[in-house]
């Protein structure tokens, strides 16, 4: 067996351009849905907390939520997955047999170390690395695995999210009607039992909202200084990367990974179907997916973004949010096929290949626009505002990271990533000739 130090990241000729544009589409616009999450308090899916919940704020949570929630990082995770087929097929191919497990897992062990830094130090508590370095490591014994088997594994870790989505929906039901009874009697001036008591003050808890004072205390801690913002951002970090990871991200994360690692067997991400092929997946996907995503915007809206609204749209979300993603892969390979805006197209490719250094870069500018050791705008934009940002953001990626991309082989993180992967230092210029 050849040594593991001989063995190479992908170079730039032997990648598949259809995975790179798409991962630029996914990573461009996971700054739709994080964007909030950087510039608001609490208001990630309840705009009526903060960033404005009529007009132009509420259409534009509407059309996330119709077409962008959940469906980008859906796309992102599914390449994920691809990614890992790749990685290691090549690796095999290129005769690294054991060595394939070394460089493999050395490389989502540092992932998950650049996931600690992005949110602790780069104060990004929404970041999905973690998780990603975490599920990474289930997924190596999995790579041989038939896509009918990767398919069918993926499908029942959503059906298992669905229960579960579901059971949750019908037990704040019942905390619902035990406490508007507990409610109802207080009212009538009834004496309650020990057990109502505990079914009002349960109920009260559940259908709360964030108060004026707590919004006012968020702002204030995002608009100070570094160690005052690290401090506050500390629990939900740990949030995140415990009980989220148990209650959410297997069904959300777990499951699309190993549809990617089929998709990719299966060659859909290569662009090697038909156009009709894709016409299907984007009319089907879109059909269903778009037709779901209406109806639980349409609970969530009569419901004022109430509890109970908010976790009955939650019951169908997963088959939702799959359809949708489909349609948008469906979409964007028939753009890529296409071959029009070849000029979007090479840009778009160029921040998918820098994916890393793009998407902490995100957390890097949205840190110094928030936060009060920067502009201090931190829940003083409307929703919409924050687009403004997200486009600005938008523009100087499409146009820097091809520019970069002409000198280096390379982004940064990409670089110092591939680097400790393979534990020898990577070129980083295009013209190996020239670096020193």
């Known amino acids: 067996m050849a040594e593991p130090s001989q063995f190479q990241p992908t170079q730039a000729a032997a ?11 996914a990573l461009l616009g996971i700054l739709l849905m994080n964007i909030s999450g950087m510039g608001l308090p609490f208001a990630y899916s309840d705009p009526t907390i903060a960033g404005g919940a009529e007009g132009l704020n509420l259409d534009v949570w509407i059309i996330n939520n119709l077409f962008f929630e959940g469906t980008m990082r859906g796309l992102f995770t599914l390449l994920f997955g691809a990614g890992v087929i790749l990685l290691t097929s090549r690796l ?72 579960w989505d579901v059971g949750a929906y019908r037990k704040l039901l019942k905390t619902q009607k035990e406490g ?6 207080q009212k009538q001036g009834d004496s309650l039992t020990e057990k109502q008591q505990e079914a009002l003050e349960k109920w009260e808890k559940k259908k709360e909202k964030k108060t004026p004072e707590e919004i006012a205390e968020r702002i ?35 499951s699309f990974m190993l549809l990617g690692m089929a998709f990719f067997k299966l060659r859909i991400f290569h662009g090697e179907r038909s156009m009709l092929y894709y016409l299907i997946m984007l009319i089907t996907g879109y059909l269903i997916g778009l037709s779901i995503n209406y109806y639980e915007t349409n609970v969530v ?43 979007l197209q090479a840009s778009l490719a160029a921040v998918g290949r820098m994916a890393l250094t793009n998407y902490i870069m995100h957390s890097i500018i949205a840190a110094f626009i928030f936060f009060g050791f920067g502009f201090s705008l931190f829940g003083k934009l409307e929703r919409y505002e924050l687009f403004y940002i997200v486009g600005g953001i938008w523009l100087f990626q499409l146009i820097y990271s091809p520019i970069w ?29 020239t670096e020193k």
């Open 301 to 343: 809206l009569e419901g004022n973004f109430d509890a109970v609204s908010q976790s009955k749209s939650g019951q169908t979300y997963a088959i939702g949010r799959l359809f949708t993603t489909l349609g948008h892969i469906g979409l964007f390979m028939l753009f890529i096929k296409s071959g029009i805006l070849r000029f």
């Open 92 to 163: 095999e191919k290129n005769g690294a047999g054991i060595g394939t497990a070394d460089i493999y897992y050395r490389r989502m062990l540092w992932l998950l170390l650049f996931a600690l830094v992005h949110s602790y130090v780069l104060l990004w508590e929404g970041e999905i690395l973690y998780p990603y370095a975490i599920f990474g490591l289930m997924l190596f014994p999995l790579r041989n695995s038939s896509p009918k088997q990767l398919i069918i594994a993926g499908l029942v870790l959503l059906a298992i999210g669905m229960v």
């Open 180 to 185: 508007v009874a507990a409610e109802l009697l």
């Open 220 to 254: 204030e801690q995002m608009q100070g200084g570094y160690l005052t913002v690290f401090k506050a951002k500390i629990k939900d970090n740990q949030m995140m990367q415990t009980w989220v990871i148990y209650r959410y991200w297997p069904w959300d994360l777990l």
């Open 405 to 433: 991309l002409k000198y280096f082989k390379y982004g940064p993180a990409e670089w110092l990533w591939r680097s400790l992967t393979y534990k020898h230092k990577q070129a980083f210029l295009t013209n190996p000739k």
């Open 15 to 25: 990648r598949i351009n259809s995975l790179d544009v798409i991962r630029g589409i």
